[in-house]
């Protein structure tokens, strides 16, 4: 799955920046919560409100490691995140077993030429699932379509954050 990195909507409630590096920066804007919703059956309690809710507090535990990218590409359907999606990435955490990251790989000269018949500009950042074991390290995609990416000797993994959350959008992409 490629990432690609762009601004957000200036009446959004996460209004972003972008950097020389291309990483999207959020400063959030308090948003209200309205009360709950039961998705079983109706509750006869009453509506209540509850307080502000602040983004920031809720997805970004590091302000100052923590970024947000925008996926693109369906190679992770099978963990819930999809084309479109904003991921929450925390660079300050170490990849474990099982974790969703943002890594950079060396591609191989096969996998060059398929980036460039797609005309995929970047297409060596990835976001996948992290495995190592005794057989290495790999990378591994949520969708039976994509290979996984197993490191040679000599390649180099360049980690650039743990993915703590993915904001889905239902309706209006982007």
């Given amino acids: 799955m490629l990432l690609s990195v762009k601004r957000g909507s200036g009446n959004a409630l996460i209004h972003s920046k972008t950097s020389a590096y291309g990483i999207i920066y959020a400063v959030s804007k308090t948003a209200k919560v309205s009360g709950s919703v039961v998705a079983g059956f109706p509750s006869p309690a009453e509506q209540y409100q509850e307080p502000p809710l602040d983004l920031n ?85 949520a969708n039976p379509n994509y290979p996984v990416i197993r490191l040679r000797a000599g390649q180099e993994l360049d980690y650039f954050g743990k993915v703590t959350a993915c904001i889905h959008r239902f309706a209006g992409k982007r």
């Fill in 57 to 141: 507090e809720l997805l970004v535990k590091r302000p100052a490691a923590t970024y947000f990218v925008r996926v693109e590409g369906d190679s992770m359907v099978g963990a819930g995140i999809s084309d479109g999606d904003l991921l929450v990435v925390d660079r300050s955490l170490r990849p474990a077993e099982g974790d969703v990251i943002i890594a950079s790989v060396e591609i191989s000269p096969e996998r060059s030429e398929h980036c460039e018949a797609m005309s995929l500009e970047g297409c060596d950042f990835t976001v996948k699932t992290y495995r190592r074991d005794k057989s290495g390290v790999r990378l591994e995609p």
